[in-house]
């Protein structure tokens, strides 16, 4: 079976597109199918990797390594699936391997355009996945009538003229605004979108309305008229913040069967409802955990957006809503008075020198104060530093990336990093093994030998410091090949980890990663003594 659902998205972006294609995704998949999800960035930067969080949100990094827009962490929470590079694809880098192809004389001589040779490529990223899944569900980023654009909208044109109609479905996402003088929904931004798209050749088999309000019926009426789409192919989706029930909300609309039927595909199982269930009982709880998340982009709440994810599902698990506190790193003024409030610190990882010390104070007060931690990458590297600084006495220690001349280089760069001379895709990423110590506390967590972990950084914790470390009370509880510290954590601490990798990655609805899920259960009972 080789079918292709298509999302684009109108009128707006930030429509949670995303989220609507992930919840087709997981009804699908309740129906028995295989579904994978693939986005395409309409952007130059060849991947997201070196963009600011602040414009672009976390950059989410599959097991092969790719760093990646932040809707593959969502199509892998939803879908329970592994994404990898052939999962991400943007304008820079398909015009990246049509120019490598023609500076390799791959073209014979024949001028290289836009169309073919650039909407060759990306119908060819369409059928990446074709043999390892029933239905790839391609999100097209950005919103129709922007420019960049254009050529993945010609390209999906040219594939349904090329495929089997049956094969190929398009949903048209949009936003149908409520005008408050006029005390109305209106559906003209949502009209000229849809013209927008059929302009270019591609009529929308269904509308995914995203509105604060109820759609009547007349409303409907109106937008399938002149949208040219069926009544009951015109989808209601209400603002709502809980995104795990929206795939229940879709189903009552019959979106599944809707798209079923015009797939021309049957159930392969029995429709396992069962989910719906699961998903409501995690918005239930009885008990509140307060965590401080102490980073550089403490007002945007998407640069963490996997941690985010990782603690809710985590406390969900543990009968507990998790109340996540946002604390700037870099103004510090009242951190500490800030951190009084809360049950657990996790510093997350980050580059570069801004909120650095913020970092370090708020570690002291961890480790002093015995209460939880967890500092991920640059989170763990900074414990690192605060432990050589304030128990081993190693003074103004640091890491190179902060001070090349630092007389104790506590946090170093590998040799073959050195010679790195470009930004992108040039760190130790993707999936990396690491063998566990026994009798830790990371030991205890895993339950486990051999673990792996998604890495995403250039610095490493230098070995030559860790007999100095182990010497008060630091252990290093995981190595990579040996040598490699990969997880450290404290001896005469409750809960006390640094990791040089990425667990928030792993995290899934009801399946809690190992390491959130201690830390919160550790948070949990440091909340219930209440002594703070
Ligand atoms: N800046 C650090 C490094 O490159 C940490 C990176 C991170 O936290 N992802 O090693």
Redesign the pocket.
């Known amino acids: 079976m080789e079918k292709y659902i298509f999302i684009t998205g109108g009128v707006v972006s930030s429509l949670g597109k995303g989220i609507s294609g992930a919840s087709i995704g997981k009804l699908l998949q309740l129906h028995g199918f295989k579904v994978t999800m693939i986005k395409f960035d309409p952007y130059i930067n060849v991947d997201p990797g070196t963009m600011n969080p602040y414009q672009h949100g976390e950059v989410f990094v599959t097991i092969d390594g790719a760093e990646s827009d932040l809707d593959l962490g969502t199509y892998e929470r939803f879908l329970d699936i592994y994404t990898s590079k052939a999962n991400t694809n943007t304008a820079g880098d398909i015009y990246q391997t049509v120019i490598n192809k023609e500076r390799r004389g791959d073209y014979s001589g024949d001028t290289v355009q836009v169309i073919p040779h650039i909407t060759d490529e990306i119908k060819r990223r369409f059928r990446a996945l074709k043999d390892n899944f029933d239905v790839s569900i391609i999100e097209i980023g950005g919103t129709i009538g922007d420019i960049e654009g254009l050529p993945f909208i010609e390209a999906a044109r040219q594939f349904q003229l090329e495929n089997r109609r049956e094969d190929i479905f398009f949903v048209h996402a949009t936003l149908v605004p409520y005008i408050t003088g006029a005390n109305e929904l209106k559906t003209k931004p949502t009209q000229h979108s849809v013209n927008k798209l059929r302009e270019i050749g591609i009529s929308p088999d269904m509308i995914i309305c995203r509105t604060g309000y109820k759609l009547n019926s007349p409303l409907k009426k109106k937008i399938s008229l002149f949208c040219n789409v069926n009544e009951n192919c015109v989808i209601e989706a209400l603002d709502n913040p809980y995104v795990y029930s929206i795939p229940e909300a879709l189903h009552k609309q019959n979106v599944d069967s809707l798209i079923m039927e015009k797939l021309n595909i049957k159930s392969i199982k029995r429709f396992d409802k069962e989910w719906f269930v699961k998903v409501r009982l995690l918005r239930e709880f009885n008990k509140k955990v307060n965590i401080a998340v102490v980073g550089k982009y403490a007002t945007l709440k998407d640069a963490y957006k996997s941690i985010e994810e990782s603690l809710n599902i985590a406390a969900s698990e543990l009968d507990a809503k998790a109340e996540i506190h946002y604390l700037n790193a870099v103004d510090d003024n009242g951190l500490i008075e800030k951190l009084r409030n809360c049950s657990a610190i996790l510093v997350p990882?980050?580059?570069g020198n801004r909120g650095i010390e913020g970092k370090i104070k708020s570690i002291t007060y961890a480790r002093e104060n015995k209460i939880p931690f967890l500092g991920?990458?640059?989170g763990m590297?900074c414990s690192v530093i605060e432990v050589s600084r304030n128990l081993a006495r190693l003074e103004d220690a640091n890491s190179t990336?902060f001070d090349e001349n630092t007389k104790y280089p506590v946090i170093k760069i590998l040799d073959e990093q050195k010679k790195i001379k470009y930004r992108g895709g040039t760190?130790r990423l993707g999936n990396y093994k690491s063998e566990i110590k026994k009798d830790t506390i990371t030991y205890d967590l895993y339950r486990s030998v051999e673990i792996e972990e998604r890495h995403?950084?250039?610095?490493e914790m230098n070995p030559e410091f860790i007999s100095v470390l182990e010497k008060v009370g630091l252990l290093v509880s995981a190595y990579h090949k040996g040598v490699l510290p990969e997880i450290i954590e404290m001896r005469d601490h409750p809960f006390f980890i640094g990791v040089q990798f990425?667990p928030e990655f792993a995290s899934r609805p009801m399946k809690p990663h190992p390491l959130f899920k201690g830390f919160v259960r550790a948070a949990l009972e440091r909340e219930s003594t209440n002594y703070y």
Do not use: P
């Open positions: 990882g980050g580059f991920i990458c640059l590297q990336e760190m995403r950084h250039r610095y990425h």
